[in-house]
Each structure stands twice: as structure tokens, then as C-alpha cells.
């Protein structure tokens, strides 16, 4: 594909690496682009350029988005009307990791699905009222639900839970022959967490997939693959049945767990298709205070397929609707509950 190489600022220093499927980096000592609209698209363009990993995943025709962009980016009246162009094109990555934030560093995203999700939280604290339920932060809790150990992470990040918390939990229910673990909440974090609370399943090391990073000018210039894998952790690990409750907001570091559990021969994946959304972004300069973030890598599940649009689809199918959360049903929940 040949790309328009006139007018392009190419001027920002590469990110340092961040193994992080969520996180993004932050600039490494970078040249601010002029606050010049033309200036500020253009160093855009090129990061992009330089940078996305998912151009030819995507089918993406960079050089046509910064034509047809690019005479109305330059023509805004104002750093607000050249922020919705400049986003309006970022969108057509439908990206999740793509984001722009503000000078206050407020994430505004490029890209929203329309998926459903098939958790509702005021349906989930009507089940976890009826157990002994221990509530962390981030919808990190656990309890006994109609007899059953059941633990929720929201999200992979210390604000959330902390690995110490979950070995105890754990230690609570390791005699038990079932446990439901509920993911369905969670949008991501921090990898290395995930990993280590996924460290507590599994007896043996397990290669869980592997990612690739842009290293060239092509937007096929890939380094070679390196791959994950997953160690165990603790003075013990849990190998009695694992219902691992999974679904559309399920992204980026969570996916990286998910595919990680589904290694494991004694863990069920239950609920529907995560969201197909990993990245390892970096973050950049724009002008003005604003910035955004790119994706940086792709990453593949141990089969060898690429998570990213695709997601991770469960071993059980379970249909929920909006009409089951309007009359207080988790269709999920109750497949997972009536297994025990």
C-alpha cells in the first residue's frame, strides 16, 4: 500500500515497553506538537502510522482516512471541533484502547459497542443478598450462594483486589468440590495480577498464547511472537471444578485471564463471546494537554488466533436478555448454580 509521505510529522520518541494488556505508557521525554491543527493531525497520522498494530487485521486503509480527514481536521475553528474530527476517524478502528483524553486526563473513547452484557448489577446484589457475602472494592467480593463458593473480581487492579485477598478467600473454599468465579463485570487491568490470581489453578506451567509487536514501518512489520505462560502460585492450588462466568464486557487483561483459565482441563467457561479487545497502548502527545493512546500489539490466544474482534467464546452458551435482568434473573448464575 503506498502512503502519503509528504506533510507528516513524524517527531515523537517510541514508547518504553509496558507488558500490560490495558495499561498504557506514558510519553518518554516527547516533542509537543505544535498547537497548529495541520502539525497536530499530522503527528497523529504518522504515530498511528508508525505504531497500530491492527491496520492489516482490521483492513484498515490508513492513507484513505488521513485524505478524507485530514482537509476538515485543518479547517476546525477551534482545538474542540479538531478533537470530534480527529475522533470521529479514530473511530473507524473500532478500538476499545484507542482514546483520547483531555488536558484533566478524562478518557474520551472513539469507540462504544453495541454489545449486551449479560451481568446487571442491581440483578447481582439481589443474588449476593441472599449469601453470606463479603464485599471488597470493584465488585471484588465472595460468599456461599445457595451453597456454593462464589467469588466476583471486577476488575484486575490493586484498587480493586489484591492477590493477598484472594488466597484467603480461597483458603475459605479449598476444600469445596465446585467454585463459580464471575468475570462477567470486569473490563481489564493489570495482566500480571490476573495472572497470578489465575497462578492459584493451575498445578503445572501452562502456555497460554502469545502476543506480537509492531517493529517496523509496515503495518506488517511484526517482531517474533513471544509467548505467555502461566505458573503456579501459592502453597496450593485449586483443581476441584471451576465454572468461570465470562461475557461481552469481559476485555483486554481479562481476556488475557480468561484464555489463560481456559488452558485448564478442570475450569467451564459459562455466559457468552468476550469483547475482542487487547492492545498493550502507548500514550502520546497531542497539543494543548490532550493526548491519546495506540495499540501497540496483537495478541493471540494458544491456539493462535487473534482475540482481538474475535474474543474468547465460552465452552456453554448461556442466552440472557434484558427481559430476564427487568424480572431479576441471571440466566448465567443460575445455569452455574444449578450445576452444583
Known amino acids: 500500500m503506498m502512503r502519503r509521505q509528504t506533510r507528516l510529522f513524524v517527531g515523537l520518541t517510541l514508547l518504553v515497553f509496558a507488558w500490560s494488556a490495558c495499561g498504557g505508557g506514558s510519553p518518554t521525554a516527547p516533542s509537543r506538537p505544535s498547537a497548529d491543527f495541520a502539525a497536530q493531525f499530522d503527528s497523529l497520522w504518522s504515530t498511528f502510522d508508525r505504531e497500530y498494530s491492527y491496520f492489516d487485521h482490521k483492513q484498515i486503509d490508513w492513507s484513505a482516512l488521513g485524505e478524507r480527514f485530514r482537509p476538515r481536521a485543518i479547517a476546525a475553528s477551534d482545538q474542540g ?46 443474588y449476593t443478598a441472599r449469601s453470606n457475602w463479603t464485599q471488597g472494592q470493584s465488585d471484588w467480593g465472595h460468599g456461599v450462594l445457595d451453597g456454593v463458593p462464589y ?65 517496523g514501518p509496515s503495518h506488517s512489520d511484526f517482531g517474533s511472537p513471544i509467548e505467555r505462560t502461566l505458573n503456579p502460585r501459592g502453597a496450593w492450588q485449586y483443581t476441584g471444578s471451576v465454572l468461570l462466568l465470562i461475557g461481552q464486557r469481559c476485555a483486554s487483561s481479562n481476556e488475557s485471564f480468561i484464555e489463560a483459565m481456559r488452558q485448564l482441563s478442570h475450569v467451564t467457561l459459562v455466559g457468552d463471546r468476550t469483547a475482542g479487545a487487547t492492545a498493550n497502548p502507548g500514550t502520546f502527545p497531542l497539543a494543548n494537554g490532550w493526548t491519546y493512546t495506540v ?24 442466552t440472557t436478555s434484558a427481559g430476564d435482568f427487568a424480572q431479576g434473573r441471571d440466566p448465567v448464575l443460575d445455569w452455574a448454580l444449578n450445576r452444583r
Not at 474530527?85 to 483520547?100: I, K, S, T
Not at 462477567?184 to 509487536?213: C, H, Q, W
Not at 495499540?295 to 448461556?318: F, L, Q
Open 81 to 126: 471541533g479538531f478533537i470530534a474530527v480527529v475522533r470521529e476517524m479514530l473511530g473507524e478502528l473500532h478500538d476499545l484502547h484507542v482514546v483520547l483524553r483531555d488536558p484533566g486526563g478524562v478518557p474520551i473513547p472513539t469507540y462504544t459497542p453495541a454489545s449486551f452484557v449479560n451481568w446487571d448489577r442491581s440483578v447481582w446484589q439481589q
Open 151 to 215: 467469588i466476583t473480581i471486577g476488575a484486575w487492579g490493586a484498587a480493586s483486589i489484591r492477590s493477598a485477598d484472594f488466597d484467603a478467600a480461597l483458603e475459605r473454599y479449598r476444600n469445596a468440590p465446585l467454585i463459580i468465579l464471575d468475570v462477567r463485570m470486569n473490563p481489564g487491568g493489570n495482566d500480571a495480577l490476573a495472572f497470578e490470581i489465575a497462578g492459584r489453578f493451575t498445578p503445572s506451567p501452562v502456555r497460554t498464547g502469545y502476543v506480537k509487536f509492531r517493529n
Open 295 to 318: 495499540s501497540r500489539w496483537i495478541e493471540y490466544t494458544a491456539d493462535g488466533r487473534v482475540i482481538e474482534d474475535n474474543g474468547i467464546s465460552p465452552n456453554v452458551y448461556v
